[in-house]
Nanobody, 120 residues
Framework: QVQLVESGGGLVRPGGSMTLSCAGS????????MGWYRQVPGKQRELVAY????????YSESVKGRFDISRDNAGKNTVYLQMNNLKPEDTAVYYC?????????????WGQGSQVTVSS
């Protein structure tokens, strides 16, 4: 079983920055892919970015060049999403996602969700 605990989120002005983090714990199998999805009311969750235990990353086109995902594998499965040059359209609930496989499509496990609001 995998548990994901998110931190971060809140209100930020357009052009600002924010960091989300997600700490994963597993009782048995390794967590190989960790990342973030986001969702706005009335729409499906969409992939933001993910990173594998080997360091391979994937970003959605809408955040490429603005967001940076990183991971701490040293004893802790913690993933960070550094969000820069935030835009109002980045406003959403951000969910940490993880899986034992090396991709998220999405993965099996979810965090509790963190509201990110970009507004002046």
């Amino acid at each position: 079983q995998v548990q994901l605990v998110e931190s971060g989120g809140g209100l930020v002005r357009p052009g600002g920055s924010m960091t989300l983090s997600c700490a994963g714990s597993t009782s048995r199998f390794a967590i190989n892919a960790m990342g973030w999805y986001r969702q706005v009311p009335g729409k499906q969750r969409e992939l933001v970015a993910y990173i594998t235990s080997g360091g391979t990353t994937k970003y959605s086109e809408s955040v490429k060049g603005r967001f940076d995902i990183s991971r701490d594998n040293a004893g802790k499965n913690t993933v960070y999403l550094q969000m820069n040059n935030l835009k109002p359209e980045d406003t959403a609930v951000y969910y940490c996602n993880a899986d034992h496989s090396y991709t998220l499509a999405p993965g099996e496990y979810w965090g509790q969700g963190s509201q990110v609001t970009v507004s002046s």
